[in-house]
């Protein structure tokens, strides 16, 4: 077993991947080494264990999930409800919160998966901060109005606060092998990242996206024939504010290069509801959903 992988196979920490333990070359896993003196069949696996035996094989596959994670949420909820009148109902809210956890995501398993972090690093003290889908603040106001000649406003507003998302480097900056989850060195900025091998990291989501602001409204009003006859006319209107919402969906690794260089680093990559950062998986959720640009629709029913 390697204790320790940078210096052994890493040229960056002075480790040569060439080396009989390097069976991985640079990539090589604090377990590789060992598994490969077992003799254990790695089928698949040519370029690891030619002729099928020895090499890492199998063992650099296997996955340890437990709920070895500490995902904490805190909130504080203030609504109001008022019916004015008939023609007037409204409803307001507003949520204060406070989201927490080791590598910054909402998951039992820290440390298995695709999120791939060693276990030397697992709960470091950097490692405990915001998740990405942290919210420090969310207001949402929606209503019912009647107004004269019986048209109906159904507006819905939401507003809030921009969420985070990591400050990734995109290559392996601590020496274990691995390099999904490092993040730049602490000091940096985005004009001025630090990316010194063996330094102290960032914490996880220390950068923050664009705020969310929303405008859907409904418009209706419905034409009545006699007693058993009515049409009924509906104007919907989405995202009336014709705002861009990113969320946090923006290109987190500094490997993709500075925007000033031609890259996409720190530039969004889709919309609110899309696809979440590379580290998690590129699954989607913990997103308030989005349209693109302003948009709408036009209806109607006839009853009889």
Known sequence: MNPVIGPVCDPTFGGNPLDPRCVAGTGTRLMDYTF??????????????????????????????????????????????????????????????????????????????????????????????????????????????????????????????????????????????????????????????????????????TLTGKAYIELDLRVDKTFKFGDRMALAINWEFYNLLNRSNFCNSYEESLSAGLPSAGGTFNTPQSYCNGPSNAAFGGVSGYAAAATKSFSNQFGFRFSF
């Not at 089928?43 to 030619?50: E, I, K, R, S, Y």
């Not at 392996?172 to 993040?183: A, E, H, N, P, Q």
């Not at 010194?196 to 960032?202: S, V």
């Open 36 to 205: 490969s003196l077992t003799g254990v069949p790695c089928v698949g696996d040519p370029v690891n264990c030619p002729g099928g035996v020895g090499g890492p094989g199998r063992f650099n596959k296997i996955y340890d999930y437990s709920t070895n994670n500490r995902s904490m949420y805190d909130s504080i909820t203030f609504q109001l409800r008022k019916r004015m009148s008939k023609r007037m109902m409204f409803q307001a809210s507003d949520v204060i919160s406070w989201s927490r956890s080791w590598g910054g995501f909402p998951v039992a398993s820290y440390g298995g998966s695709g999120l791939a972090i060693t276990p030397e690093q697992q709960f470091a003290p950097d490692e405990f901060n915001r998740t990405n889908f942290n919210e420090p603040n969310r207001f949402v106001f929606s209503g019912v109005f009647t107004m004269p000649y019986g048209i109906g406003l159904s507006p819905i507003f939401q507003a809030a606060s921009a969420r985070p998302y990591s400050f990734l480097l995109g290559d392996d900056i601590d020496g274990d092998g691995r390099s999904v989850l490092d993040r730049v060195c602490v000091g940096s900025t985005l004009a001025n990242p630090i990316t010194t091998p063996g330094c102290e990291m960032l914490k996880p989501n």
